[in-house]
């Protein structure tokens, strides 16, 4: 596929999907809990059933997937390898020392 510039130019998710396939490169841009805008440089793919899976750390097999809450504010669902199966959460700024079990949900 060859490369384009970014443009404002809306997609559906099809197109969304086919843009990320290829490149395993990204920058995630979230919302501090401040209002503050936050930009993090991650490793990003396609799972086989079409979701987006973004790993924060991939040489320690952390990955992040995105979530929303009821509030409608994006958190992130949290795996490590290693861990049986997803059990904690954090949100966008406060990284992997922010994890919170899964079951006390984000507000």
Known sequence: MPRTIATNTRVDRAQLLE???PRH???LMT???DGRP???PNTCG???EGRIVISTYPERGLIDF???AASGA???LCWLDGED???WWHWPDAGFAGRTPIDQPPA
């Open 38 to 40: 936050q930009a993090s």
């Open 46 to 48: 396609v799972d086989t």
């Open 19 to 21: 843009f990320i396939r």
């Open 66 to 68: 995105p979530a929303l």
């Open 74 to 76: 994006t958190y992130l």
């Open 25 to 27: 490169h990204a920058i």
């Open 85 to 87: 199966a997803i059990e």
């Open 31 to 33: 919302t501090r809990r």
